[in-house]
């Protein structure tokens, strides 16, 4: 894995220089719900210069998620009381909690919300989440305040994400540079329309567990074929990282590549001839359509 260790790092000296010609975050953001994503969110922007440790607050109620930040609060009183303090000229929220939550962790903070007079932008990266059902929790046209709708997905933890950010009715072009700032600190960022944010969620949000997948069957397939576990899993994952990197680095897209290493009769031919006649093209197809849709009942449900 010595080969993964040097791409990431290689990668984040990549990061560096985006990042560092990104502005900073001015207004202080509190984060509702510490858990793994919003932890890599945070230290990446940290890292990158995005956002100062000062300006940045994390409300959770468990006692070990909000030890893992420099300031965490319990209550949405505390954390306003800390906002009031640094955030006259107007702060953020970014909703890092499970969907069915979206309730329960906005139903307290509102009071405050409407009482600080001041209305915030609000990122969520809630997926199967609409912008509009963001807005209406948080009390709708009592509100005032703007919403995002950002999909990250897992390799943010190691500054290789890929996100999506769409703006909402309520949002404007300097609150979707907020987002991509925040986000790009932690991989890259594109920026779409709201209907296409479950088309997204299916190939990008889910996408990390579709190359884990392939990894996990062809590690099987490798000890089916006479490797033992931790061999067929060191040559597994060093030639999944070692493609990922290429295709990466190439001007050629994936089906040029995989063409280039595809000699006719050949052993690579014969892999892919038998992988189409399982129709494994169209599974993934139908993979990725029913991940869409699943999203968009998850919306309809929420």
């Not at 009592?142 to 999909?151: A, D, E, N, P, S």
Request: aromatic residues 6%; charged residues 20%; contains cysteine.
């Amino acid at each position: 894995m010595c080969f993964l260790v040097w791409l990431v790092q290689l990668y984040r000296i990549g990061r560096v220089g985006y990042a560092m010609g990104m502005k900073s975050i001015e207004i202080p953001l509190l984060f509702v719900g510490g858990g793994t994503m919003a932890h890599a969110i945070i230290a990446g922007a940290q890292k990158f210069g995005v956002l100062s440790g000062e300006r940045v607050g994390v409300l959770d109620p468990s006692a070990e998620r909000r030890g893992m930040f420099d300031r965490g609060f319990e209550s949405a009183q505390g954390a306003f009381e800390w906002l009031e303090s640094v955030g006259r000229g107007g702060y953020g929220i970014v909703l890092a909690v499970k969907p069915q939550m979206l309730g329960a962790a906005v139903e307290p903070l509102r009071p405050f919300v409407e009482g600080s007079g001041v209305p915030p932008v609000v990122i969520s990266i809630l997926a199967g989440t609409r912008s509009g059902q963001v807005f209406e929790a948080f009390g709708g046209g009592v509100f005032g305040g703007r919403v995002v709708r950002v999909m990250p997905n897992t390799p943010a933890q190691i500054g290789m994400g890929m996100a999506a950010v769409a703006a909402s009715e309520t949002s404007t072009d300097e609150d979707l540079e907020l987002a991509e700032r925040l986000m790009g600190a932690v991989g890259e960022t594109v920026r779409i329309d709201e209907p296409m944010m479950d088309a997204f969620t299916a190939v990008a949000g889910s996408g990390p567990a579709y190359v884990f997948y392939l990894a996990e069957a062809m590690t099987k397939a490798a000890v089916s074929l006479g490797f033992d576990e931790g061999l067929a899993r060191k040559i597994v994952e060093q030639t999944v990282v070692g493609s990922a990197a290429l295709l990466g680095e190439s001007d050629d897209d994936a089906a040029v590549l995989r063409a280039k290493v595809t000699s006719k009769n050949g052993t690579t031919h014969a892999a892919t001839t038998a992988l189409d006649g399982l129709g494994v093209m169209d599974a993934f197809a139908a993979a990725l359509t029913a991940a869409r849709d699943r999203g968009i009942e998850l919306s309809e449900e929420g």
